[in-house]
């Protein structure tokens, strides 16, 4: 069935360091694969997504890779400071011509930034 | 701007009870849907609403239900309480357009003793 796994479960930096989270999801047909970030007591928060036909999309100091073939895709968080500590989830859907696609969440990767 | 609102933040039921959890969309849009999430897991896709039609469901029972209305809002409904339906539910809204990102709300957390 549909599925998406994510790695690490848990990631600790220094601050002004990077961080890479990896999933990797199974469904072929998926096109669409966003990123949420989740704080304590809150819902997930949208902050970059990707679609099938682009590689690679940057805002400031977030960016995420996608390798179609492999089934591949990455969140990179560069000069990570204390307030990007929360937990951050991948996800990949199949979407049509319009907006119906479900989500396929992975398991989710709690990054921690130390000061 | 208000984003999406769920109603209520908290809930205790028992097993066996009934819940009816709220949502409000994003303004501007006409798409709602559901998510489960338990502690420490990715939310799980339970159904989705548009033009008050049920348009996908995840592999939940019957006991889980939902509506939409005219306004766009939504309810989720579980009937038969389980000590396993535990979770946060988050209610997420977008557009039936091209390119839409999914927002969601703060979810409601229920506890079933």
């Known amino acids: 069935g549909e599925n998406v796994e994510q790695h690490p479960s848990t990631l600790s930096v220094q601050e002004g360091d990077s961080a890479v989270i990896k999933c990797t999801y199974s469904?072929?047909?998926?096109?669409?694969f966003p990123w949420y970030k989740q704080e304590l007591g809150k819902g997930p928060q949208l902050i970059i997504d990707?679609?099938?036909?682009?590689g690679e999309k940057k805002d400031q100091r977030i960016a995420v890779t996608l390798n179609k073939t492999a089934k591949h895709f990455s969140l990179h968080i560069t000069e990570t400071q204390p307030e990007d500590s929360a937990v951050y989830f991948c996800?990949?859907?199949?979407?049509?011509?319009?907006?119906?696609?479900?989500?396929?969440f992975g398991q989710g990767t709690t990054l921690q930034v130390k000061p | 701007d208000a984003g999406v609102t769920q109603s209520p933040t908290h809930l205790i039921k028992t097993r066996g009870q009934q819940v009816t959890l709220r949502c409000s969309p994003k303004s501007g849009h006409d798409t709602v849907s559901w998510y489960q999430q338990a502690l420490g897991q990715g939310p799980q896709f339970i159904f989705q609403?548009?033009?008050?039609?049920?348009?996908q469901r995840g592999n939940f029972p019957d006991r889980f239900s939902g509506h939409q209305f005219p306004n766009y809002s939504s309810e989720l409904n579980v009937n038969a309480l389980l000590l396993g339906d535990s979770a946060l539910y988050l209610c997420?809204?977008?557009?039936?357009?091209?390119?839409?990102?999914?927002?969601f709300g703060n979810g409601t957390r229920l506890t079933v003793t």
């Open positions: 990707i679609r099938s036909n682009v």
């Open positions: 996800a990949a859907s199949r979407r049509g011509s319009s907006n119906t696609g479900k989500l396929i």
């Open positions: 469904d072929s047909a998926s096109n669409y």
């Open positions: 609403y548009y033009e008050e039609e049920e348009r």
């Open positions: 997420a809204s977008s557009a039936q357009i091209i390119n839409s990102p999914l927002h």
